[in-house]
Structures are given as structure tokens and as C-alpha cells.
């Protein structure tokens, strides 16, 4: 079964930076989705942040855009996701999600992705 753990969540004040990884395991494909997703209380589940493996490309929610960096490192099946200049209205629980096997296109949509880690919690006062 492919899992995908978190790691790197805490507490930090506005301005400051915090680095969340996830390490994805149970799969060989090389053609993948795995983005980074939040959940604030009261708020739908969003995506910030998207790449594909084949080829690295990204995209962006416009509230992260120029902010927050998402890369993988396909030898060790990881995802991180660098957030610098955090907001307090960055707090949420973040997930790692993941849509294996996947065209380029599968990373447009949200129901696509069908497997997702327990979240850690980021909180930004």
C-alpha cells in the first residue's frame, strides 16, 4: 500500500520559516502528483502546492505563490515543502497527498488525489 508520512509541522512566529517533508512509500511509479494540501478550521481543504515528478513542474495556490517552495527528491521518494514569510492566516493542518501513476492533468484536480498522510499541524502567530 503506498503511504505518505509527515514531518515538520510546529509553531512559529509571523515572518518566520518552517520546512515540512513527506516521505512516500509502496509505489515505483516515476509519474506522479504530490502536492501539499491545508485545512483551517471552519475552511475546505485546499491545495498550495503541486508537482509533478516527471519533469518537476509546480504549481501554486496565489496565497502561497512566491512564499512557499515545493520539491522532491525522487531517489528518496520525499516531498518537502519550504515556507518562508509565514502569516498567521497560514495556520492549518497541512497533508501530503498523492496521485500515482499519473498524467500531468491528474494534478489539476482535487478529487484526483486518493491517497493522503494523517497531517501536522502548523500554527503561525
Known amino acids: 500500500d503506498v503511504q505518505l508520512v509527515e514531518s515538520g509541522g510546529g509553531s512559529v512566529q509571523a515572518g518566520g520559516s518552517l520546512r515540512l517533508s513527506c516521505a512516500a512509500s509502496g509505489y515505483t511509479s516515476s509519474r506522479n502528483c504530490l502536492a501539499w494540501f491545508r485545512q483551517a478550521p471552519g475552511k475546505e481543504r485546499e491545495a498550495v502546492a503541486v508537482?509533478?515528478?516527471?519533469?518537476?513542474?509546480?504549481y501554486y495556490s496565489d496565497s502561497v505563490n512566491g512564499r512557499f517552495t515545493i520539491s522532491q527528491d525522487s531517489a528518496k521518494k520525499t516531498v518537502d515543502l519550504q515556507m518562508n514569510s509565514l502569516k498567521p492566516e497560514d495556520t492549518a493542518m497541512y497533508y501530503c497527498a498523492a496521485v500515482i501513476s499519473a498524467i500531468p492533468s491528474h494534478c489539476e484536480l482535487r478529487t484526483a488525489f486518493s491517497v493522503w498522510g494523517q497531517g501536522t499541524q502548523v500554527t503561525v502567530s
Open positions: 508537482i509533478y515528478t516527471r519533469g518537476d513542474s509546480t
